[in-house]
């Protein structure tokens, strides 16, 4: 992969990391480690925990998300992050927007290719 | 204005154009303030479309306004020009401050030529959330040491432990960041009141590769340094309590305190090593490793009381241990 195709898919990526995380702690919540872990396997998104935790932190900050810590059922205890009521309201919002975006997206690309 | 746009405007009653014309002028105002002036072209593409709505309209004053109303305010439309074409604000802390000719790469080293900030300087020296080790250097040309990366590294703390980095350390804890730092000078000053006396009046302060001294002082001199360097940390440490800057920046104060007390206490414990007749630096870089040790473990240490703080408050509400 080129430099240029690298720099243009982290472009994309910084704005999509933050849904992404939304997203998956819409499902349920999750701890640090265990969101790392998650948004890895997908390897598209290319995530590392030092994006991650930043982002964490940064919408903690903001209000969309809480953590807590809870005893685990292995080793010491961890801390939690989920979705606040706000961040839920956010999310939906941002999930609707994304969906208008990648209609138009398909809509666009598959006229490219003559689908 | 160019030919090209002064044919397109032709239609137009003059106050109409003087419209357009005044909110573009706002546009590229916007955009020099913003130091964003490879967007000029986009904004003079812009400019062209406006005419051209215009052309299908009366061209009246009121339909200038409505569509310059779509574009929005002309510094909102020059920051989002500014954005499309420099490409988002990253999210890392590193690059929160912003953009700045100021801070870059110079031949793939990072350069720094912002004046320091406390916050910066502290949140590069412990930014656990940052799993680099290496971070740009606060002030001049390549990197610093990050200790909270080192300490996640070693798997100390993890990197959300903490919200805010100490934010939740008790105060009696937060004092021993102040403490440490006062009786490491009180060990310099006894250094000093037990040596000074004895000491031969010309004494080595510097120090070359091998070992062996390579500059010579009055030991009164020999003083001058240690003591301003050391007079520095109190003086920042003690800034950084009176006006009661957020946790972060007195623990940072503290630590840097001690780092520079440290340098101070092993040059003076070499300078009389040396005239106690030591063939190497064998006190120096030992003190000062034992200085930077007890930095980060005195780090280390608040950011895991900061931590059991934290869990205090969260598990304690529901119940003790392992019933949950």
């Known amino acids: 992969m080129g430099n240029e195709t690298d720099s243009r898919l982290s472009q994309f990526r910084k704005g999509v990391v933050e849904l992404a995380i939304l997203a998956l702690l819409h499902s349920g919540e999750a701890y640090g480690g265990e969101i790392v872990e998650r948004l890895a396997s997908h390897p598209g998104l290319a995530i590392s925990a030092g994006t991650v935790y930043p982002l964490l932190s940064r919408l903690k900050k903001s209000g969309l998300i809480d953590s807590v810590w809870r005893e685990s059922p292995v080793g010491p205890p961890r801390k939690y ?3 606040s009521t706000e961040g839920g309201i956010e999310f939906a919002a941002m999930a609707k927007a994304w969906d208008g975006v990648t209609d138009a997206m398909d809509d666009l690309l598959g006229e490219g290719a003559a689908r | 204005m160019n030919p090209q746009e002064r044919e397109a405007a032709g239609g137009l009653t003059p106050e109409s154009a003087e419209l357009v014309e005044t909110y573009f002028a706002r546009v590229h105002g916007a955009l020099l303030v913003a130091a964003a002036d490879e967007c000029e072209e ?11 709505q215009l052309a299908g309209t009366a061209g009246t004053a009121a339909d200038v306004t409505r569509i310059l109303a779509e574009l929005g305010p002309p ?7 500014a954005d499309v074409v420099s490409g988002p604000a990253p999210s ?9 000719p100021l801070a870059g790469t110079l031949l793939g080293m990072p350069y720094e030529l912002r004046v320091p900030t406390a916050e910066r300087v502290a949140m590069r020296w412990w930014d656990p959330m940052n799993p680099n080790i290496l971070v740009p250097r606060v002030f001049g040309l390549g990197w610093d040491l990050n200790l909270g990366a080192v300490a996640v590294k070693l798997c100390l703390i993890k990197p959300d432990d903490e919200d ?3 934010e939740s350390v008790p105060d009696r804890w937060l004092a021993v960041s102040a403490v440490l730092p006062v009786l490491m000078t009180l060990a310099l000053v006894t250094l000093v009141a037990l040596f000074q006396s004895a000491l031969p009046a010309q004494v080595a302060v510097h120090w070359g590769i091998s070992g062996a001294p390579d500059r010579f002082d009055s030991k009164e001199s020999a003083l001058i340094l240690p003591v301003i360097m050391t007079l520095i940390g109190l003086a920042i440490l003690g800034s950084a309590w009176l006006r009661r800057r957020p946790p972060l920046l007195r623990v940072a104060a503290g630590a840097l305190a001690m780092l520079l007390c440290s340098i101070s206490t092993a040059a003076y414990a070499q300078a009389v090593a040396t005239a106690y007749g030591a063939s190497d630096i064998g006190v120096l870089l030992p003190v000062m490793a034992a200085g930077l040790v007890l930095t980060f473990v005195m780090l280390v240490t608040l950011a895991r009381i900061g931590r059991a703080a934290e ?4 598990l304690d509400g ?3 241990k392992g019933s949950v």
């Open chain 1, 81 to 83: 992050y989920r979705l």
């Open chain 2, 42 to 52: 986009t904004v003079d593409d812009l400019r062209a479309h406006v005419y051209e």
């Open chain 2, 75 to 81: 510094e909102a439309l020059a920051a989002q020009c």
């Open chain 2, 92 to 100: 890392t802390p590193e690059s929160r401050d912003g953009r700045s």
């Open chain 2, 164 to 166: 805010t980095p100490f």
């Open chain 2, 311 to 314: 869990m205090r408050r969260d």
């Open chain 2, 318 to 320: 529901t119940s003790k």
